[in-house]
Nanobody, 112 residues
């Protein structure tokens, strides 16, 4: 069984920063890709960023230049550094492994 556990969400003012973490555990030894998705009420779950085991990254256009995804393979952990946050970034953020395994999500709220 594989488990993904997110942490680091919270309430932040516009222009602020947060760093999300996702720690993997369980039967799988490695993930060929890990990523972050988000879902706001009334919206579909959307891709935010993904990173492969080779280190290549892809970002949604809405977060390019503001968010950075990284991973520590030895720790089986993926991070999402979020800078210059906007109210539109408010959502539940979900960690994903191999486009198949999901965490339970962590709430990010950007508001004054």
């Amino acid at each position: 069984q594989v488990q993904l556990v997110e942490s680091g969400g919270g309430l932040v003012q516009p222009g602020g920063s947060l760093r999300l973490s996702c720690a993997a555990s369980g039967s799988i030894s490695r993930f060929y890709a890990m990523g972050w998705y988000r879902q706001a009420p009334g919206n579909e779950r959307e891709l935010v960023a993904v990173i492969t085991n080779g280190g290549s990254t892809n970002y949604a256009d809405s977060v390019k230049g503001r968010f950075t995804i990284s991973r520590d393979n030895a720790k089986r952990t993926v991070y999402l550094q979020m800078n210059n946050l906007k109210p539109e970034d408010t959502a539940v953020y979900y960690c994903n492994g191999n486009y198949a395994y999901w965490g339970q999500g962590t709430q990010v709220t950007v508001s004054s």
